[in-house]
């Protein structure tokens, strides 16, 4: 275990104390979980003191920032979401009735469609779609990145409908016919990416939307977590697991050899591949990172991940020079590489994270580690904030921004810092447009009453 690790779960201990049982729906707690999985354990990798202690450093400043940010009053912040939540007073939590959770499911059938037919003209056929994972190449290249968000963001607005299916279904016991169609269908679209966590993701946050229900109305129990109505789910994420376990590392050319590969799986020795393989992934790229940048590579600029963020949302077609983000230049620094050059990087079709630490130090050596570390734990302690605030409420339109916020804040510990904000913050972007979009006539609606 790394000396952040230690930490972490001290950090863990507290919050617990703090919190008891509420500890399971606080952003903080399940941040620090995620980085004392993939931060706190190592199996075989070495790492230096030096690393040790920078990480460290990191850790520490952005848990206690994100903390202090998150005990904040932000007051504007608040006064605008609680204003929505006055504007769309029919959007109060009530039971849906079957024609509604009806569009619902076709919302997410909407996007399921559509993610199979951008893959299908991204990697040239809808075989090769469906069996692309994590090996396969993409036919098309300057791929649109206006399309790519829009795409992310309703995978996103699809996961919100996830949510608000199983709440009400937990709420008001009403019937989960809809809600295990809506899942089937994203679980569907999920396992071509072939990571195990997008599929285990859609079954949180059915399990969090029966928390959020059970601490609602105070009568939150363990028992209550595992109801007949989540044997569907959990079969599909079982079975969705071990397939995926199976396939991992393997070069699936085509729906045969995918249904052989399946059909002979053997979870136990996938487990240990998988293990050998990925087990310390990211300290690895972390360690890297605080070796290879300042020492045989020259530390890129201070604002280099900072321009990535703010101008990602400029098509690539418009600006060749776009700046991209660190995870495609860790993986030139992995293949040997020193060209930094955006043209160049941009033609990477993956990317590698090393977390806030590693990217921080990257980006100019001890004073990017402790920047990147603290402008983070801002970002997190904002959307922590929010979800306290919000996450309880009996609106819909402020639960589903606290539920976007919370979803937010996890992906900020694992990938580089682009991917997390990208994935987290422009979702939560899209639904405020959205509601930007419908406040004149809501409010025209109410006027003539």
Known sequence: MTFAG???ILFLLAIVIRKGY???????????????????LKNEVEISEESELLLLL???????TAYLTGKMHHKRIINFISRKNDIFQKFSIKPLEQRQQLYLFLIVLLYVVLDFSFNTWLYGSFEKAVTRFYYRIPEKEDIPTLF???LFTLYSLSSLIIFILSYNNARFKSNSLYLNLSFFALALAAFPRGTRGAIISLLIIII????????????FKIKRLFNIKLLFPAAIVILSFLALSSIRNKEIDNLEMLQTTIAEMDFSQSQKEYNSTEGDLLLTDYNKCIETFGSTTEFLPLDYTIKAVIF??????????KPVGFGVALTEVKYGGQNFDYEHLAQYSWSNAAGIAGEGWANQGILGLILYSFLMGLYVGVLMKIVYTFLL???????????LCFLASLLTVR?????????GFYPIIFFMIILFAMQPFVQYKYKIR
């Not at 029966?210 to 009568?219: G, P």
């Open 415 to 423: 990938g580089d810092i682009l991917s997390g904000i990208t994935q």
């Open 208 to 219: 969090l939307a029966n928390i959020i229900v059970a601490l609602k109305q105070d009568t």
């Open 312 to 321: 990602n949302p400029i098509p690539r077609s418009l600006w060749k020079e």
């Open 6 to 8: 230690f930490i972490a």
């Open 58 to 64: 990191s850790f520490v400043i952005f848990v206690v």
């Open 393 to 403: 409420s009996d609106n819909y339109i402020s639960l589903l921004i606290a539920l």
């Open 148 to 150: 790519t968000i829009l």
């Open 22 to 40: 509420r500890s399971i729906i606080d952003p903080l707690f399940y941040m620090i979980v995620i980085f004392l999985f993939f931060f706190g």
